[in-house]
């Protein structure tokens, strides 16, 4: 006669609260503002403020993305092994790595659009050299940023539904983090306008302005990161016993906390991970192609006010929210289906 064996039946994990998601969902602000700025005004402030040559400023732009681009999959790599020591184990891998992130953006990133004092009369082949590690200390860093605030959201919840959300709420945080950046470059622009001059063309004059709007942005984002370490709780993993380990194994649940992960080899087997990845690619590309010479374009070739810099992105931005609705709404279908 077989024996029944009784295995305690495993609750799900509670859902997250409101604070907690919204706490997550601002994590990434530092990140959005400050690439809104570089994407949008880099190439204007070096060409126009600084008086760069188009090829000095676009070198230091393919730089910074260069080392994003190298440091991404490295840092990726690191989040996702199991190894964790020290402090990791007590704070949390992805939250450290999201710390140490933060604190490189916030040393380099107002260097970038700061003027260096004593430089008036440097070559722009020495100043492009001072600004490529500042460039490429902040690139890396954004990088941690992103990679470890995208790896909390399975880390953080088991709920394929909060899961989901979590991802709207992050491209909801990073529209309203894009809109208040040219929101803040309008105002600064309008503030400190002055009642008779140019208001045209964007000259040396402006890089009082560029410094006022980076300190704003850096300093808003860092408040947003302040309330995501103190909101957000990372489920540090502990080994498994036998028992328990025997436990998992005999039982099944439709809410696995655990699940096997794939090695890089085995991702480069998976023909969804190439159609995924040239997709998001072609679209980073446009949309990046699209802030990095709009602010341009209008300086240029329209000639238009200064402000229009700011107007023009901003409306953009406002319009990418009515996507939002409709996107959830499509991810629970396809949830469903």
């Known amino acids: 006669m077989s024996k029944l064996v009784y295995f305690p039946e495993i609750e799900p994990p509670p859902r997250l609260t409101w604070c907690q998601r919204i706490c997550y969902g601002v ?3 530092l990140n959005d503002l400050c690439a809104s700025m570089w994407f949008s005004y880099l190439i204007v402030y070096l060409q126009l403020v600084l008086g760069f040559d188009s090829n000095y400023a676009g070198l230091v732009l393919l730089i910074g993305q260069v080392a994003d681009a190298l440091a991404t999959p490295l840092l990726g790599y690191e989040a996702s092994s199991n190894k964790e020591t020290g402090i990791c184990k007590r704070y949390g891998k992805r939250k450290f790595l999201h710390l140490i992130g933060t604190i490189c953006v916030v040393l380099s990133f107002p260097f970038i659009f700061s003027v260096c004092p004593g430089c008036e009369s440097a070559s722009q082949f020495a100043l492009t050299t001072m600004l490529i590690p500042l460039v490429i200390i902040f690139q890396v860093g954004w990088a941690a940023v992103q990679v470890s605030h995208l790896s909390l959201i399975p880390a953080i919840t088991p709920h394929e539904s909060e899961r989901d ?3 709207v709420l992050r491209y909801a945080v990073n529209i309203i983090s894009d809109i208040g950046t040219y929101a803040i470059v309008w105002c600064v622009f309008d503030l400190t306008r002055k009642p008779t001059g140019n208001h045209h063309t964007i000259t040396g004059d402006y890089a009082n302005k560029f410094m ?3 300190l704003i942005i850096v300093g808003v ?3 947003f990161s302040i309330i995501f370490h103190i909101g957000v709780k990372e489920v540090v993993s502990k080994p498994l016993s036998s028992t328990d380990s025997s ?3 005999e039982s099944s649940t439709s809410f696995p906390l655990f699940s096997d992960n794939l090695s890089w080899k085995g991702w480069l087997k998976e023909s969804h991970f190439y159609q995924v990845g040239i997709l998001y690619m072609c679209t980073r590309l446009f949309q990046n192609m699209s802030l990095v010479f709009m602010p341009l374009y209008l300086q240029e070739s329209l000639r238009a006010n200064d402000d229009f810099i700011a107007k023009i ?8 929210l009515s ?4 996107f959830r709404n499509y991810s629970k279908c396809s949830v469903k289906r």
């Open 212 to 214: 006022e709007i980076t």
């Open 165 to 167: 959300f979590l991802n």
């Open 247 to 249: 436990i998992e194994s």
């Open 221 to 223: 984002g860092t408040f």
């Open 313 to 320: 992105p901003l409306v953009m931005n406002v319009s990418g």
């Open 323 to 326: 996507y939002l609705a409709p």
């Open 27 to 29: 994590g990434h602000s």
